[in-house]
């Protein structure tokens, strides 16, 4: 088995910052891309940012110059959130899309997600 444990979210500011972190572990061989995800109120999930494996990063437009995606391992990302805005809010999700595991197989692996909330 295979899972993604978030951590980091909470209630901040307009203007502040967060870190997330979103750490893998399991019967795993190696791990391709990892991304965060988010779903806001009444809005559908939606991707945040991606990292490969050999650490090229992309992001969604409204977040960029603002997130940094990052992996200080093979198997752990992390998401930095600065100039946060009312409309980041959201429940964020770890997502690992292409895990090879020890028996062959790939899995698509999700966190349990962690609630941002940014408010004053």
């Known amino acids: 088995q295979v899972q993604l444990v978030e951590s980091g979210g909470g209630l901040v500011q307009p203007g502040g910052s967060l870190r997330l972190s979103c750490a893998a572990s399991?019967?795993?061989?190696?791990?391709?891309?990892m991304g965060w995800y988010r779903q806001g109120p009444g809005r559908q999930r939606e991707l945040v940012a991606r990292?490969?494996?050999?650490?090229?990063p992309n992001y969604l437009d409204s977040v960029k110059g603002r997130f940094t995606i990052s992996r200080d391992s093979a198997n752990t990302v992390f998401l930095q959130m600065n100039s946060l805005i009312p409309e980041d809010t959201a429940v964020y999700y770890c997502?690992?899309?292409?895990?090879?595991?020890?028996?062959?197989?790939?899995?698509?692996?999700w966190g349990q997600g962690t609630q941002v909330t940014v408010s004053s």
């Open positions: 399991g019967s795993i061989l190696s791990i391709y891309d």
């Open positions: 997502n690992a899309p292409s895990i090879l595991l020890r028996g062959g197989q790939r899995y698509d692996a």
């Open positions: 990292i490969t494996r050999g650490g090229t």
